[in-house]
């Protein structure tokens, strides 16, 4: 059976969890576990709440947004994306959400392109994707760690560029993309 056929799969059971840390944003455990060749062992796993990733295309061009990330301590150019300290019950309006609160735009429309698991390795969270469309500038409503964003509004193909030449390294917008260009085949 195929992992996307229902089947779990699972070769790992847990035995005990407890968590460490928890914070507004992450929820971070360690699990006791026992492999199926009988060794134990420890997982840690960070818990986040499901976030969103937006491609806002407008004419054959994307806006990106550019800002420090503290982890890699480096400015980064991506997607707009985000989440809200919260469970998402409408990813959608979670997209919008995020659209609005950092960049200031509206769309007239939002399509659902898939989910990506981020980094399934180590933390359990979901990214919704979705591709913006029918773009209206409004307020920006960013929130206070999103001080230093910077818009940019770029052409297709010199995105595309980007994304080659290692000048946008997310994961997330690289995966977004992917799933853009797979249903635009489809769709056309």
């Known amino acids: ?22 914070n507004p944003w992450l929820r971070l455990r360690e699990d006791e576990i026992l492999r199926s060749n009988g060794e ?6 960070v818990d986040k709440d499901d976030c969103a990733i937006i491609l806002p295309i407008d004419q054959g061009r994307v806006w990106l947004v550019e800002q420090f990330r503290y982890t ?6 991506e997607l707009p994306q985000g989440g809200w300290e919260m469970e998402v019950e409408n990813p959608e ?26 980094a399934y390795g180590f933390t359990r969270q979901k990214q919704h994707v979705f591709l913006a469309t029918g773009l209206t500038h409004t307020e920006k409503e960013p929130d206070p760690e999103e001080h230093d964003l910077v818009m940019r509004l770029v052409a ?11 000048t946008i390294r997310d994961g997330s917008t690289l995966s977004a993309w992917g799933l853009y260009l797979l249903w635009k085949a489809r769709n056309g």
């Not at 134990?40 to 796993?45: A, E, L, Q, T």
């Not at 919008?96 to 898939?114: C, I, P, S």
């Open 1 to 22: 059976m195929n992992p996307g056929e229902g089947g779990n799969g699972r070769t790992i059971t847990t035995l005990a969890s407890r968590e460490v840390y928890r």
């Open 40 to 45: 134990k062992g420890i997982y840690g796993v």
């Open 72 to 77: 890699i301590q480096e400015r980064a150019l």
């Open 93 to 118: 309006e979670l997209a919008r959400g995020e659209l609005k609160e950092e960049m200031g735009l509206e769309a007239a429309e939002m399509t659902y392109l898939g989910t990506l698991w981020i």
């Open 156 to 166: 297709l193909e010199e995105f595309e560029e980007m994304m080659l030449n290692g």
